[in-house]
Each structure stands twice: as structure tokens, then as C-alpha cells.
């Protein structure tokens, strides 16, 4: 991954909703945490971690978080504390894991006791992106989105559900985020917005999120 991947400087508040329980001090750990700009969706005094690969952007990150380790999760796990955390945060990253179980298996042995997974999925079922492929007939990996050319998993609604019953997890919450926006400041636009909502009523109404948030929880 090279330093100009375009990394969101957004604060992905609507991911905050899942967060646990704040009031009280807790240790939280973000995987592939950027900028660290995750951080400012929590005012309560904890102790933040975070793992980044890009050394020039995790060292941005340390100026906001506690302790930053560069790396890949696979380079950073041998430097955890086990039992340590009760949050781990998972921004849009499961998608670019080739081994998806083994992360979340994995990363059971760095929670809590009734220590939690927090994150957001990119939805593959997306209707933009089913309207590219069941319409135009194609499938473009691009810069950013849904299929970005560093995604190496894709992810419908019903194999996230899956994924996180077959490793043991308990979800705590799940539902859709980022939904579609139809635009109706023309007739064209109205016009394609009204059949974007007719094949969306048609396909599935999973289709209009663009990513899905969770918190979940080892049984």
C-alpha cells in the first residue's frame, strides 16, 4: 500500500453509534486507524491504540492517539497485551484481510472479558454497484468505495451475519449504514432516483446501504 492510498480524514461518526458504553475509562484498540481521527467520536478519557501500516500516517495518528505500532495486525499482534482491551475497532478494514477468520479468531486472546469488536463492512450488494453489474454488465475496480482495487473480500449482508456466527460471536448490533441518496433537484435525476428505489424494493432493501456497522462479541 503506497502513501498516496486515499485515506478518509472523516471521523466515520456514524460508525460511533456502535461504540460500548463509554462512561467509564476503557481501552480501545483501532486497527488500521489512519489519521486517528476515529478518536475525536469519543469525549470520555480512555486509553486509545491504534495499528497503521503507513509509517508517515501513523505518526500523524500518535500526536492524537496513546500508542500507535506500524504494521500490519498480523506485524503488530506479538506486540499486544493479551486480556487487554475492551474495544477493538475495525473501520472498512475485514475487506482488505486475506484471512478474515484468523483475525477474528485471532484477536479473542487481546480482549476483555466481555470485550467487543466494533467496525463497519463495505455492502457488495450495494445498488450502485448491483446496478453496474446486472445492467452495464461490469465490474470496475476503482481508486476508492465498494470495489476498491485493494479490496481483496467482498461482503453481502448475509455472509457478514455468517462470518461472525461460524468464529463465535455474539452480535450485539448490526444494521445498515450510508444509505443511498436519491436526488430529485431534476427530472433526470428524479427519474433515475425513482428507479434506483424501484430496483432496490426489488432486489432487497439491504441493497441501499453501502456499508453495514456491528458490534460484536465473543460467546
Request: proline letters at 3%; charged letters at 20%; a neutral charge.
Amino acid at each position: 500500500m503506497s502513501e498516496s492510498y486515499p485515506y478518509d480524514h472523516k471521523a466515520r461518526s456514524e460508525v460511533a453509534q456502535f461504540l460500548p458504553d463509554l462512561t467509564s475509562k476503557l481501552t480501545l484498540l483501532e486497527v488500521g486507524c489512519g489519521y486517528g481521527n476515529f478518536r475525536k467520536n469519543i469525549q470520555s478519557e480512555c486509553e486509545y491504540w491504534g495499528i497503521e501500516p503507513i509509517a508517515s500516517i501513523a505518526e500523524q495518528a500518535s500526536a492524537t492517539l496513546n500508542n500507535v505500532l506500524v504494521g500490519t495486525f498480523e506485524q503488530a499482534f506479538a506486540s499486544l497485551p493479551n486480556n487487554y482491551f475492551d474495544c477493538v475497532i475495525c473501520n472498512d478494514v475485514i475487506e482488505h484481510m486475506g484471512d478474515v477468520d484468523g483475525f477474528l479468531q485471532t484477536i479473542k486472546s487481546k480482549l476483555k472479558k466481555d470485550g467487543v469488536i466494533v467496525g463497519s463492512i463495505p455492502n457488495v450488494r450495494y445498488i450502485d454497484n448491483l446496478f453496474n453489474l446486472l445492467i452495464k454488465k461490469d465490474w470496475q475496480y476503482v481508486e476508492s468505495g465498494i470495489l476498491d482495487k485493494t479490496h481483496i473480500r467482498f461482503f453481502t449482508q448475509k455472509s457478514m451475519l455468517r462470518t461472525f456466527a461460524a468464529n463465535d460471536y455474539v452480535i450485539e448490533a448490526f444494521s445498515g449504514i450510508n444509505p443511498v441518496k436519491f436526488k430529485t433537484d431534476s427530472v433526470k435525476r428524479s427519474l433515475m432516483s425513482l428507479g434506483a428505489l424501484f430496483l432496490t424494493l426489488c432486489v432487497g432493501t439491504d441493497s441501499k446501504y453501502t456499508q453495514f456497522g456491528f458490534r460484536i462479541k465473543p460467546r
